[in-house]
C-alpha cells in the first residue's frame, strides 16, 4: 500500500505541475495557485507513505532476522533488561503521564539471548504506551516469577485500547493489526517479531485483550537454571 500510494501521487504530481505550468503561461493565478495546493497536498502524501514504506522495510527485515540466525544465550537479569526497555520510553511516559511498575524486586534471571529478551518487552512496552484511551492515565504493570525450576513468567498489564479477544492469536500473524491504521500507526509486524524472538529463544508470548480495558502479555523464557555453566551474565 505505501508504494501505491506513492506511485499515485507521484503521478498527480506530475500532472498537477504540467497543469500549473500551463496556468502560470497564461496568467491564470487562481488555477496555478490550486495546481500548487494540490502539488503539496501529494507531497505530504508522498512523505507520509515513504517513511510507512521504509519502517515496513525495517521491521520485514527483523522478521527475517528473528527467523533465521542463530543466537547464544546466556543469564540475563530480567531486572536490568526492564529498566533499560523503562528508560527507552521515558520520554513517552512523561508526555502521557504514564506509570510503570515492577514487581518483586529483585526478579528472576532467565537463560536468553539479552538483545532478543530486551526487544520483546521494548515492543510490548511500546505498544501499551501507544494503545491508550484519551482521558485516561496509562497505567502499566509488570510481574515476574518463576513458574518452574525451568520457566520464568513475565506478565505486562496496560488499561488501554485492548481489543477483542477473538484476535488474541490473529494479532502475531504478519500484517495483522488489533486497530486501524488510521486510529494507531505501525506496521503490524511488531508482534509477529516478538513471537519469533521468543520461540527462537526456546520460550514463548500470547496475549489476551479486552476491548477498552486494556491488554494482557504473558512472556514465557527459560529460566537461568538452564544454563549449563551459569557463568555468563548481561
Known sequence: EPLRKILVNADRMKRSWDAFQVAANAGDED????????IDSALDIVSSAAERNSALVHDMLMLSRAMSHDIIPVVVSLEVILQRCIDAVGEKVLAL??????????MPEVFACADDVFRIFLNVLSNALKFTIDGRKPAISITARSLTTQTVEVVVCDNGAGFPSSRNE???????????????????????ICRKLAQRNNGSIKGEGYPNQGATFIVRLPAAGNSASGTDHQ
Open 31 to 38: 488555477t496555478a495557485g490550486r495546481m500548487l495546493k494540490r
Open 97 to 106: 503521564n504514564a506509570s510503570i511498575t515492577l514487581n518483586p524486586s529483585p
Open 170 to 192: 490473529e494479532i502475531f500473524l504478519p500484517l495483522k493489526r488489533a486497530h486501524t491504521r488510521s486510529d494507531y500507526e505501525g506496521t503490524g509486524l511488531g508482534l509477529s
